[in-house]
């Protein structure tokens, strides 16, 4: 038990002293979440391949309660982005992320899903998929190590540690917004960025129409 349960600065009867615990309601309710974190399983390119070794019997992902790896977005607590994001995905990853409930993390395993890695140039990649959804922890590499992407979570559940159910996003009023699913046409859309496409479309008309005048 850790000295700060055994003296909180809470007056505890001598009697009771080694017997009883106070804590907080946060500390309580993060160390059971971070304690049984379930991954979606799903994967996207070479980094998978590690991901799938980091629950195997070597690595043992079990070992800080996240073996579960659930094939449903809404029975997963964490979505682990690992490997090549393509314009063509991006638009059903987004779809995942809005199915999975509160409260739900993203993980971005390897060089691809952080910032597009050595195919960022290419036509079809994405440069991030930070770009589209919120991501709580970056894991670096080209491919990442099992050991890699264990501190990567262990690093998500010292953020667990630090939430509280007063600032939390799942626990405030009012209802949260979805992600808007981008669009996929001859180039990849945000819808966010509608409203500045409109604006520059109107602007080069305007040009136009001027030029059209001065001739």
Request: aromatic letters at 6%; glycine letters at 8%; proline letters at 9%.
């Given at each position: 038990?850790?000295?700060?349960?055994?003296?909180?600065?809470?007056?505890?009867?001598?009697?009771?002293?080694?017997?009883?615990?106070?804590?907080?309601?946060?500390?309580?309710?993060?160390?059971?979440?971070r304690s049984s974190v379930w991954p979606m399983m799903f994967g996207l390119?070479?980094?998978?391949?590690?991901?799938?070794?980091?629950?195997?019997?070597?690595?043992?992902?079990?070992?800080?309660?996240?073996?579960?790896?659930?094939?449903?977005?809404?029975?997963?607590?964490?979505?682990?982005?690992?490997?090549?994001?393509?314009?063509?995905?991006?638009?059903?990853?987004?779809?995942?992320?809005?199915?999975?409930?509160?409260?739900?993390?993203?993980?971005?395993?390897?060089?691809?899903?952080?910032?597009?890695?050595?195919?960022?140039?290419?036509?079809?990649?994405?440069?991030?998929?930070?770009?589209?959804?919120?991501?709580?922890?970056?894991?670096?590499?080209?491919?990442?190590?099992?050991?890699?992407?264990?501190?990567?979570?262990?690093?998500?559940?010292?953020?667990?540690?630090?939430?509280?159910?007063?600032?939390?996003?799942?626990?405030?009023?009012?209802?949260?917004?979805?992600?808007?699913?981008?669009?996929?046409?001859?180039?990849?859309?945000?819808?966010?960025?509608?409203?500045?496409?409109?604006?520059?479309?109107?602007?080069?008309?305007?040009?136009?129409?001027?030029?059209?005048?001065?001739?």
């Amino acid at each position: 038990m850790s000295q700060e349960s055994n003296d909180p600065g809470i007056p505890v009867p001598e009697e009771l002293q080694g017997q009883l615990a106070i804590t907080t309601l946060d500390k309580l309710y993060n160390w059971g979440r971070r304690s049984s974190v379930w991954p979606m399983m799903f994967g996207l390119a070479c980094c998978a391949i590690e991901m799938i070794a980091t629950a195997a019997s070597r690595f043992d992902l079990s070992r800080f309660g996240m073996e579960v790896m659930r094939p449903s977005p809404r029975q997963s607590d964490v979505m682990i982005v690992s490997g090549t994001v393509t314009k063509k995905m991006i638009p059903i990853i987004v779809r995942l992320y809005n199915q999975m409930p509160e409260p739900k993390y993203v993980l971005a395993m390897g060089a691809c899903a952080s910032g597009g890695g050595p195919f960022k140039e290419g036509y079809n990649v994405v440069d991030g998929v930070d770009k589209f959804i919120p991501v709580d922890v970056y894991v670096p590499g080209c491919p990442p190590t099992p050991q890699a992407l264990l501190h990567g979570l262990i690093t998500l559940q010292k953020k667990m540690d630090k939430e509280s159910v007063l600032t939390a996003r799942w626990y405030q009023k009012g209802v949260t917004e979805e992600v808007p699913i981008p669009l996929l046409g001859p180039d990849l859309i945000d819808p966010r960025d509608l409203p500045d496409f409109n604006a520059k479309l109107t602007q080069q008309a305007e040009l136009q129409s001027q030029g059209e005048q001065e001739r």
